[in-house]
């Protein structure tokens, strides 16, 4: 006879385990927000315009965004450290800058310019990460002033004036016409730009989810003591993932130069990090560090892209759109902070 106490005892504690491992829906709301906020984004913008499927402005919003990508995967791996960087758009203005110079005035050819222009994020990556890592300063302030300090450089050298690179030279067929590439897919045109951060895009992905070196940023932005306890020189682990963001901020820079022609100063005022940072805490990221994703970063990028192209597309002037990321930014954290707690 089979021991009926014990199945009494025994079926509730099943149940209850399998109540548990069940569907939540606000659990799965929680965890695929970002998910959720792009699909109605898409549903909006169709709405609102019926120009937002067009391969135009499809082919425009990929460009566009081709910068942005770049950038945010490396916002995510200082952010997943608990840090971040408020130098990216002088770090994209000074190398486009440095890019055009380095053709029209120093006469190198097309490859020896954007290797000067990824030189540029080279040096700025090591001195975030010699200050940061090695120093301890806070990343905000070296990150700020280091904004201050790109902005002024690129002023005395453009002297306030747009540089550009000649239509009839070389250079510019070299460079500025992939700018404006793109490869046909049937019904589809992917810009050459966004094809060339998306490859970017993935590396980093696999460096992230498959490498010794992925893990310990992981590991570093959770708990660096114990990291350190575990014999890594998490100083490193710093250095390398400022070194990294600066670069990849370097290539938007050459990105953004082989779309426009040309460089500015001006660029120093863009919204890189702010948008940047919108779309890797949209994503799922905390600020607090050891956590976000590859992949939903892509997703917090195109959020943000297709809420900018909805205000363009209505003629909403820049300003309010400032005010209407900013308050995107505070949505986001609130929704990952309920999202912690209902975890915790």
Known sequence: MPDTNKMNHTVPEDALKAGKAG????????????????????????????????TKNLNTVLRQQ??????????????????????????????????????????????LSIVMGLLVGVVIGVFNGFFIAQLRIPAFI?????????????????????????????????????????????????????????????????????????????????????????????????????????????????????????????TCSGDYALSTIAAVVIGGASLAGGEGTVPMTIVGVFVIAIIGNIMNLVGMPSYPQMVVKGAIIIFAVILKGISTGKRG
């Open 142 to 266: 070296v990150t700020l002033a280091l904004s201050y300090i790109t902005q002024g450089i690129a002023f005395i050298i453009t002297k306030g004036n747009t540089l550009l690179i000649p239509e009839s030279s070389d250079t510019y067929k070299a460079l500025v016409f992939p700018g404006f590439a793109s490869m046909e897919i049937p019904g589809v045109r992917i810009p050459f730009m966004f094809l060339v951060s998306l490859a970017l895009t993935i590396l980093l992905f696999l460096l992230m989810k498959y490498t010794k070196f992925g893990r310990l940023v992981y590991a570093v932005g959770s708990n660096e003591m114990a990291v350190q306890l575990a014999g890594v020189n998490s100083k490193k682990i710093i250095f390398k993932v400022y070194l990294i963001e600066s670069v990849l901020c370097a290539v938007a820079g050459v990105l953004i130069t082989c779309r426009t022609g040309n460089a500015s100063a001006l």
């Open 23 to 54: 569907f939540s829906l606000r659990t799965f709301l929680l965890k695929y927000n970002s998910i959720i906020i792009l699909i109605i984004m898409v549903i909006v913008a169709c709405c609102v315009s019926d120009i937002f499927f067009s």
């Open 66 to 111: 081709s910068t942005y990508l770049v950038i945010a995967v490396g916002m995510l791996m200082v952010i997943i450290l608990g840090g971040i960087d408020l130098s990216a758009a002088g770090t994209v203005a000074l190398t486009s800058i440095v890019m055009v110079v380095a053709n029209t005035t120093w006469g190198m050819n097309g490859f």
